[in-house]
T-cell receptor, first 110, second 114 residues
Framework: QKEVEQNSGPLSVPEGAIASLNCTYS??????FFWYRQYSGKSPELIMF????GDKEDGRFTAQLNKASQYVSLLIRDSQPSDSATYLC??????????FGGGTRLMVKP | NAGVTQTPKFQVLKTGQSMTLQCAQD?????MYWYRQDPGMGLRLIYY???????DKGEVPNGYNVSRLNKREFSLRLESAAPSQTSVYFC?????????????FGSGTRLTVV
């Protein structure tokens, strides 16, 4: 079982809708959780991080963490075509490194 | 500009050839990492270096070697390239990953082995 799991997609949503991206992880010792956006041919860029249970909002983005269920999600409100990209979930545990999920490809249709 | 610099950006190798991917950071970070990215696989850790003078294997180290030349530079060597090593390679650096501190990525090296 992969340590960090994501649905590969593509997830297709209409412009203006809410996109919901999900991630599960297997290591209960995971401490911090990150969402990266990656455009085709580019390096990942950090969107959000969260380390406490609950919600964290930043503009159109909300990260949600449920450590009991080992689940982290990213909501994108008012989705725009420019949000079309692959979204990578990553977690840290002991060892000061990130373990990445396989990524979910998001397509926002005008 | 501060950041992580990777060279080359693109490379085509023949099976059996060797090459070294270079990575340098100017942020005084202790930790450096090499990942490979294949379609649908996310980023998988090849090797990492927690500090100058130390290196450790990651998830997919076979066929690779690394050198942490100094605090700034961390190179990845393919001694005998194989088609299975066709991938996009990312170098990253960081300080301790806590309170939201995270990686700074290089721009990547797209490697094709024919």
């Amino acid at each position: 079982q992969k340590e960090v799991e994501q649905n590969s997609g593509p997830l297709s949503v209409p412009e203006g809708a809410i996109a919901s991206l999900n991630c599960t992880y297997s290591d209960r010792g995971s401490q911090s959780f990150f969402w990266y956006r990656q455009y085709s041919g580019k390096s990942p860029e950090l969107i959000m991080f969260i380390y406490s249970n609950g919600d964290k909002e930043d503009g159109r983005f909300t990260a949600q963490l449920n450590k009991a269920s080992q689940y982290v999600s990213l909501l994108i409100r008012d989705s725009q075509p420019s949000d079309s990209a692959t979204y990578l979930c990553a977690v840290t545990n002991a060892g000061n490194m990130l373990t990445f999920g396989g990524g979910t490809r998001l397509m926002v249709k005008p | 500009n501060a950041g992580v610099t990777q060279t080359p950006k693109f490379q085509v190798l023949k099976t059996g050839q060797s090459m070294t991917l270079q990575c340098a950071q100017d942020m005084n970070h202790n930790s450096m990492y090499w990942y490979r990215q294949d379609p649908g696989m996310g980023l998988r850790l090849i090797y990492y270096s927690a500090s100058e003078g130390t290196t450790d294997k990651g998830e997919v180290p076979n066929g690779y070697n690394v050198s942490r030349l100094n605090k700034r530079e961390f190179s990845l060597r393919l001694e005998s390239a194989a088609p299975s090593q066709t991938s996009v390679y990312f170098c990253a650096s960081s300080e301790a990953l806590s309170q939201g501190r995270t990686y700074t990525f290089g721009s990547g090296t797209r490697l094709t082995v024919v």
